[in-house]
């Protein structure tokens, strides 16, 4: 398949189009900018619609109405943005309806900064909007990653009615590499028993609606959204193994930092450490199963992000604090370097030898 | 030949459309309350109602059903 | 003898929860008359509000979607970008419409975006009740502003439809009220309008209804009818405030 040269936001962005995103409603912010500005050039000349909205509040809202329609939807913003955009995804979550949601991390908290981060992973896992509900997070660590995810998202968001994230970064956001687009077949999902796209007075109205007065009422439909929930988890955690069957200490890292955490592994490998890494691809749901099978032998567990530690909770839950798990991250913008990283190895290791 | 009809459950004794009547004819029956507890509106001169429909036009509930 | 007048297909055949005299329903009923007369339920999506009518998609009987305070006409935009052939209106009050939403709705109006909104303005926060609204007149009486709504310290009260009508991007709006049957009459046709406007293209259309709320104002449903003229008119004139079909493209 021929291989394009791209930068991350641009191939993100190419890569909608091709999974049949039709809506993009969006609202500058670096380092996301260039998704929406390719967007802006490509959408009205391939049938697609791109506005950029007054605010990050108003496209996720305009995402909401162009989900409840059935269409396929896309915003896209950095974490500034989607602090924003929390109380929109509320509602999409509450409605039922899919939708794919982007964020570029950057630094934080506040304005933060517009370097590369993974300060969000509590946010989109755990609290991106108020009640009870998860949205699906993907997370890609390469360009080519970025692209096949993108495909995913929607059919993930359609099969299950809910919104789903790609967690990406200022550093993929960024970074050119070569890309291959795989011939993409959407999986045709039928959303004619709740979109709103008009009765054709053949049946009963659609609401599309996240409002339940009664308690029982919204008991009874978040306990049904959690029983999907459960299928995703059963079916659609993921994750990539990398030479953890005969390792003694695992290192847990998704997303760009996981391509640091790959060169330490190597050059430890190289001094016969005997060390591996888990990358979850999913986060929510989190990779239990694929954690605890690559940690069976394990001795020491670590997990290294750019952040202050935010998955490592995830990491000693799903491991049930069997293992020691300790941690190693840089934040701000900052990137850990792969020297870092493999001190981190050999000091786990038992020191220099 | 006109008929005001006012549906019971529905009224809520808001008295919006006795205001609205040019011929005066609609007023609040202090008889019987309906479900929601209301002393409804009524026609109190079937013959005298001219079918005009400014009582169902003022009603905030679609309480009233013009017949002509 | 035939039926003259009853309830419009386009309005759900159930009880309304508005208080008595609230004149909400008149509003919901006008617009179900103009969905019917124009033949558009099966092709029409109306977006609701926080508020009052929070519940108004379960009197409409087109597909209709609940959006969060204030955001209805971000969502309408959603639904009329990803789908223009379907109607789209959103049904909001002066607390969603005016100051939560006030970006939502400036920008809607600015853009042009080809949708219909229902303002209804009561001057007061009806659902959480009767805190100060935008529009709540100097000196009212609100939970919130119990000695009187003081502009000093709170504000003045928005005028929605002047606004609005000097952006290039609205095509029609208009303030009416539904104090008398001539009013409601009125108010009818202004939202036949609005929506022909839609069917043609035309861009944003508005329209502003004073409307009532007799269980915040602490008055009669009669009696509130007679500070919607005596109060709130004054405050707020019935008009055309801007119409591009009119000559030179606008009237006030």
């Known amino acids: ?353 | 030949m006109a008929k005001m009809t006012v549906i019971f459950d529905r009224c809520k004794g808001c008295e919006l459309c006795t205001t609205a009547c040019p011929k005066h004819i609609v007023a609040i029956q202090h008889e019987k309350r309906n479900k929601e507890g209301v002393f409804t509106a009524v026609c109190t001169d079937d013959d005298a109602c001219i079918g005009c429909a400014m009582c169902a036009m003022m009603c905030p509930d679609c309480a009233i059903v013009i017949e002509k | 003898m035939a039926v003259v007048f009853e309830r419009p297909h386009a309005l759900c055949d159930v009880r309304l929860h508005y208080c008595a005299g609230c004149t909400h329903g008149i509003i919901h009923r006008l617009v179900c008359e103009v969905i019917d007369e124009m033949g558009i339920e099966g092709e029409t999506v109306g977006v609701c509000p926080v508020g009052c009518s929070v519940f108004a998609y379960n009197y409409f009987n087109c597909d209709m979607i609940e959006a969060p305070h204030g955001r209805a006409p971000a969502v309408a935009t959603g639904v009329k970008r990803a789908r223009p052939d379907l109607n789209v209106f959103t049904y909001q009050g002066d607390g969603d419409l005016a100051a939560i939403g006030t970006a939502e709705t400036v920008h809607a109006a600015t853009r042009g975006e080809n949708i219909v909104v229902i303002f209804v303005n009561n001057t007061t926060y009806g659902m959480t009740g009767g805190q100060m609204a935008p529009t709540t007149l100097p000196g009212q009486v609100t939970t919130t502003t119990p000695y009187g709504r003081d502009p000093k310290a709170n504000g003045y009260p928005i005028r929605v439809c002047e606004m609005l009508s000097t952006l290039t991007g609205t095509a029609y709006a208009v303030r009416t009220a539904v104090d008398t049957v001539p009013h409601i009459r009125e108010t009818k046709k202004a939202i036949r309008k609005a929506f022909e406007n839609q069917k043609a293209g035309k861009g944003f259309s508005i329209v502003e209804v004073l409307s009532t709320c007799p269980s915040n104002w602490g008055m009669t449903p009669k009696e509130s009818i007679k500070r919607l003229q005596e109060e709130c008119m004054p405050y707020y004139p019935l008009g055309v405030y801007k119409d591009i079909d009119a000559e030179g493209g606008e009237t006030k």
């Open chain 1, 1 to 353: 398949m021929e291989k394009v040269l791209m930068k991350g936001n641009e191939a993100l962005a190419e890569a909608a189009i091709r999974a049949g995103c039709k809506c993009f409603f969006g609202y500058p912010i670096t380092p996301q900018t260039e998704l929406s500005e390719y967007l802006s050039k490509q959408m009205p000349k391939r049938g697609g619609v791109f506005l950029q909205a007054e605010s990050e509040v108003a496209a996720i809202n305009m995402v909401l109405g162009a989900a409840a329609t059935g269409t396929r939807v896309m915003t896209s913003s950095s974490s500034p943005g989607v602090s924003l955009k929390s109380e929109g995804i509320s509602y999409i979550a509450g409605s039922d309806v899919p939708a794919v949601i982007i964020n570029v991390q950057r630094g934080g908290p506040g304005l933060g900064g517009i370097q590369p981060s993974q300060a969000d992973y509590w946010q989109a896992t755990k609290g991106l909007g108020h009640g009870d509900f998860h949205l699906i997070v993907l997370a890609p660590s390469s360009v080519q990653e970025v692209v096949d995810l993108v495909s995913r998202a929607f059919d993930l968001g359609d099969q299950y009615r809910v919104p789903v994230m790609l967690l990406s970064d200022g550093l993929l956001g960024q970074m050119m590499e070569p890309v291959s687009f795989p011939e993409i077949t959407a999986k045709e999902v039928d959303k004619s028993d709740w979109a709103a796209n008009g009765t054709k007075m053949a049946r009963k109205h659609h609401i599309v609606n996240s409002l339940y007065i009664e308690a029982n009422d919204l008991e009874d439909i978040v306990k049904e959204r959690y029983a999907r929930y459960a299928v995703i988890e059963a079916e659609e955690s993921d994750a990539e193994a990398y030479q953890t069957e005969d390792a003694d200490i695992v290192v847990v890292a998704y997303g760009a930092t996981s391509r640091v955490v790959k060169s330490a592994v190597n050059k430890a490998r190289a001094e016969g450490i005997k060390v591996g890494m888990l990358r979850p691809i999913t986060l929510w749901p989190f990779p239990k199963k694929q954690l605890c099978a690559a940690c069976e032998n394990a001795k020491a567990v670590l997990t290294v992000e750019m952040s202050m530690g935010q998955m490592v909770d995830d990491v000693k839950l799903a491991l049930e604090c069997k293992k020691p798990v300790s941690f190693f991250g840089r934040t701000g913008g900052v990137i850990p370097t792969p020297a870092e990283v493999y001190a981190e190895i050999v000091k786990l290791n038992g020191g220099a030898k």
